[in-house]
């Protein structure tokens, strides 16, 4: 009996491609309020800060953790946020983490100490904000192909954005209701995060109308990722032992029919066979969730190594700015004011560098390198500025250069490990980043206790972003090398070819 006639078939047809256009700009409006309402809260943060800080008299270090938590968290849960998505949909998993968000905040409008505030703004918002950000993020990938950069530089806008429009909001309200009123009122406007995921909508997918349990994880694999050209070896090669994967090509469309094995159906098995067969299909399960196998990847590792060193530098100055102003004696709708100027000049840079990225004028990572370099340039000369025109020419440049960094890192990443392991690829970079994002606002704390001056949070920032661009020109010179190699191998392949065919030419020439 052939495994065909043992076997349960069905027939899953997927769309051929992101269309660039259409509904997908609904999905970047949704991934624009999600970059707006979590990050964009994070850095608009500064101004909480000052009122908790006075509120509980605590010291610098001790009150950057609530920050430093929520970030953290961020990133730790990223890989579950990506497994989840993948189980059930991203829409729920979105919905679900906007509900997080808003009950994180507004359990912290009622705490009685910082340890209470690590708890609900910290921990449980920072899990809400991954649970939200990173299906977003990875649904913005599957829609978009050749205009990812620039989609991601538009998503990302919705940070400045909301950042000019959240920091003096911030300020009135707690002028008006006190830091606990204001925290309610973001409590609810978070809320608006399960809009966004109401819009997040998969992919276009038809299927047979048959029944099967056996099958509802490989539609749910399917339902959300794009199969190119490119992705045909890779998708055969992942299918799942005793399961065969036929791939046809049509006119708009591939169709990918899947034979399951007819559970029914008994034949002798080995002991030790069933066992091999029952582990390798764990391990398939496992990767139809999350792609371990990442790990082994070193161009990966080292961009997240570049992604570890750049968190300790990225988070600490939009959290100090506010009250580096106020310590240098700028009144406090000034001082938040710069956040605003910071946030416009962000945006500014984000679209230009997102659309310059798009034009593919030089690879995506040297002008993350070059970015990079600068950002820590000038976050180390920002204790020279004291007056507000100053601190006003500090914010608009660092937001500029702060934006041209973010706009591209996502796009980078894509091209790393390739658009089909997007998904599961930014959970484990999140996860990895993680300890930069926990660390880079207390370590900034501590040398500011020590010191008695915020600039020293700056120049710690400056030096980790410098040390990350390296790790950048490594990831260069590994691609380099990796292009030297593929080009090497194609060459000889062609002068085999050649040489190929002149020996039969020679012995057609011989025969005649």
Known sequence: MDSASRA???????????ADGGYAWFILLSCFLVFGLTFGVIKAFGVFYVEIHRYFETTATGTSWITSIAVATIHIVAPVASALSARVSHRA???????????????????????ELYLTVGFLNGFGYALTWTPTVTMLGYYFEKRRPVANALSSSGECILTFVLTPLF??????????????????????????????????VTKDPTNGSDVKAAEESLDVRSVSKEDLDEVKSSCHV?????????ADEWRVELCFEDPNDKYNMTEESTSRTKWTELKNKILLYVDY???TNAQFMIYSMFGVFAALGFFAPALFLVPYARSKGIEEYQAAALMSISAVLDLFGRVFFGWVANLRLIETVQQLTATVILLGTVLLLCPLATSFSELVAFSAVYGLVFGATVAIHITVLAEVVGIQRLGSA????????SSGGLLGPPIAGFFIDKMSDYGTGFLMAGVSLIVSALFLLLLRIMNRRGQGTANKSRN??????????GEEEKEEQDMA
Do not use: Y
């Not at 349960?8 to 992101?18: D, L, M, S």
């Open 171 to 204: 300020q009135l309200l707690i002028d008006s209701f006190s830091w606990r009123g204001a925290l309610l009122i973001l409590g609810g406007l978070q809320l608006n995060l399960c809009v966004c995921g109401m819009l997040l909508r998969p992919l276009k």
């Open 93 to 115: 998993v979105v919905i679900t983490g906007g509900l997080m968000c808003s009950l994180g905040v507004v359990f912290g409008a009622f705490a009685n100490n910082l340890t």
């Open 426 to 433: 930014l959970g484990f970079f999140m996860l990895i980043r």
């Open 492 to 501: 000889t392949h062609k002068d085999n070819i050649g040489q190929s065919l």
């Open 242 to 250: 005793g399961k065969e994967l036929e791939i046809s090509e049509d």
């Open 8 to 18: 349960q078939r069905r027939r899953i047809t997927v769309a051929a491609a992101a």
């Open 293 to 295: 196998t990442l790990i």
